[in-house]
């Protein structure tokens, strides 16, 4: 489990890898500080484990759903990539909960200054919609974002200079291809509500003293 807090940028060193999963090589200096083989880390929100850590580097596998299914794909040596170490019980929330799963991956549509601000707009699937609220949170290739409009087809975020510093975020371009994870509680929400409303259980009932005493509240 992540926070969504972005603890540094990595390099990507070399990729290897083929149909059987990828590895990983990524330079870093924080999460190596504590980092031990098996611990998850979040490399642009995928949760990867580590399967070598090194003085300066390690290593994460990625099997080929993570690939296929993430900006991963898109790496190449001398990429920035964003870095979270699991976060530990305990530690401050100052994100929102982030399972570092994947939902999709989404375009950057629109790019606009707005005071000290940067005002970010991307697409995303219709399905995906429903689960993202405005002032609500998504994670933006591992970065706990609040939302500021939905639409349609596609939501928009704004970044403070200090994220756009320290995230890639920052220089994303125009179409470039970014890692979402909707808010994981709306789906847990809706998956319980669901058995619900198709069993008409939620139908609108009027309130009484009778419907109380038959209820067992009277």
């Given at each position: 489990?992540?926070?969504?807090?972005?603890?540094?940028?990595?390099?990507?060193?070399?990729?290897?890898?083929?149909?059987?999963?990828?590895?990983?090589?990524?330079?870093?200096?924080?999460?190596?500080?504590?980092?031990?083989?098996?611990?998850?880390?979040?490399?642009?929100?995928?949760?990867?484990?580590?399967?070598?850590?090194?003085?300066?580097?390690?290593?994460?596998?990625?099997?080929?759903?993570?690939?296929?299914?993430?900006?991963?794909?898109?790496?190449?040596?001398?990429?920035?990539?964003?870095?979270?170490?699991?976060?530990?019980?305990?530690?401050?929330?100052?994100?929102?909960?982030?399972?570092?799963?994947?939902?999709?991956?989404?375009?950057?549509?629109?790019?606009?200054?707005?005071?000290?601000?940067?005002?970010?707009?991307?697409?995303?699937?219709?399905?995906?919609?429903?689960?993202?609220?405005?002032?609500?949170?998504?994670?933006?290739?591992?970065?706990?974002?609040?939302?500021?409009?939905?639409?349609?087809?596609?939501?928009?975020?704004?970044?403070?200079?200090?994220?756009?510093?320290?995230?890639?975020?920052g220089q994303a371009e125009i179409g470039s291809k970014v890692n979402l994870e909707v808010d994981m509680i709306g789906k847990y929400v809706e998956k319980m509500l669901i058995p619900r409303l198709e069993s008409g259980y939620d139908k609108k009932e009027t309130l009484t003293m009778a419907l109380l005493q038959e209820k067992g509240y009277l």
């Amino acid at each position: 489990m992540f926070t969504g807090l972005i603890e540094e940028q990595g390099t990507v060193c070399r990729i290897s890898g083929g149909t059987d999963g990828t590895n990983l090589v990524i330079s870093a200096e924080k999460v190596l500080s504590d980092l031990k083989i098996g611990d998850s880390v979040a490399v642009n929100g995928p949760c990867l484990t580590a399967t070598s850590v090194e003085r300066d580097s390690f290593t994460a596998w990625a099997m080929p759903e993570t690939m296929k299914k993430t900006n991963l794909q898109y790496l190449s040596a001398g990429k920035k990539v964003n870095l979270e170490r699991a976060m530990s019980l305990g530690d401050r929330l100052g994100g929102h909960l982030v399972s570092g799963h994947i939902d999709t991956v989404v375009t950057l549509t629109g790019r606009e200054p707005e005071g000290g601000a940067l005002i970010l707009s991307f697409d995303a699937p219709g399905p995906l919609l429903r689960y993202i609220i405005p002032k609500g949170s998504v994670a933006l290739d591992g970065i706990s974002l609040t939302v500021i409009d939905l639409g349609e087809n596609g939501f928009s975020v704004g970044i403070i200079p200090h994220t756009a510093a320290q995230t890639t975020l920052g220089q994303a371009e125009i179409g470039s291809k970014v890692n979402l994870e909707v808010d994981m509680i709306g789906k847990y929400v809706e998956k319980m509500l669901i058995p619900r409303l198709e069993s008409g259980y939620d139908k609108k009932e009027t309130l009484t003293m009778a419907l109380l005493q038959e209820k067992g509240y009277l």
